[in-house]
């Protein structure tokens, strides 16, 4: 068991480019979910594939955010035009779902992302 | 969903017991109790949980009141490295729908050499 991996760990960007996160999960997880994180909160909910699917968006995932699980292995999560609120860290999890039974979500250590 | 409440910090000692507790007055009879905690510059890391009876293994104690209104995370022998946030998150029934995690903002918890 290697964990969740994500990178990359710390991305500092000026406000308007675009950056990409990798999250890699644990290999036969079949969900994966994406949290955000600001200092002194608890992380919040953005969205969750189950395998390739995407089944669930939070209202906090504007337009100019974009996930995709390809092969329902790795996923990535794009922030573009970005804009200093969107300093944050990104975390990842993954966990194994069954029709009757779901282990607990297991995190990356996360992306931090800086806008300048 | 199913809202928890804690305190914002706690302290203790080192080597000593820590009862860090958790209100869910809103709990409905599918929701599980889980409890995870963060360390600086790390993501959070799963401690425990449970329904309704007791739970216990190697890192912790999850004890669980009998309406299922309160409960408390119990750490036995508090070590500088179990100083983090903690969080209480209640999540229905696991085996349908989301299964996403409404954290708060957890309990900070301070451990005295």
């Known amino acids: 068991d290697t964990g969740v991996s994500q990178d990359p760990r710390h991305k500092i960007t000026k406000r308007g480019q675009n950056v990409t996160f990798r999250c890699d999960p644990i290999s036969e997880h079949n969900r994966l979910y994406w949290y955000r994180q600001t200092l002194g909160q608890g992380p919040e909910f953005l969205t969750y594939f189950q395998n390739e699917a995407q089944l669930e968006k939070s209202r906090l995932l504007s337009d100019r955010f974009s996930a995709e699980r390809p092969k329902g292995s790795f996923s990535t999560l794009e922030i573009q035009r970005t804009e200093q609120g969107d300093s944050a860290m990104y975390l990842c999890?993954?966990?194994?779902?069954?029709?009757?039974?779901?282990?607990?979500?297991?995190f990356g250590d996360g992306t931090r992302l800086s806008i300048l | 969903d199913a809202k928890t409440t804690q305190p914002n910090s706690m302290e203790s000692n080192e080597e000593e017991p820590v009862h860090l507790p958790c209100n869910h007055s809103?709990?409905?009879?599918?929701?599980?109790i889980h409890w995870y905690r963060q360390l600086p510059s790390q993501g959070p890391e799963y401690v425990i949980h449970g329904l309704t009876s007791n739970v216990n293994n190697r890192m912790a104690s999850l004890a669980i009141a009998e309406d299922r209104k309160s409960s408390t995370l119990i750490l036995h022998r508090a070590t500088l490295r179990d100083a983090a946030v903690y969080y209480c998150i209640l999540t229905t029934d696991p085996t349908s729908g989301t299964y996403k995690y409404i954290f708060g903002t957890g309990t900070r918890l301070k451990v005295l050499a």
């Open positions: 999890a993954s966990s194994l779902w069954g029709s009757n039974y779901n282990q607990p979500q297991h």
């Open positions: 809103t709990i409905s009879g599918t929701d599980y």
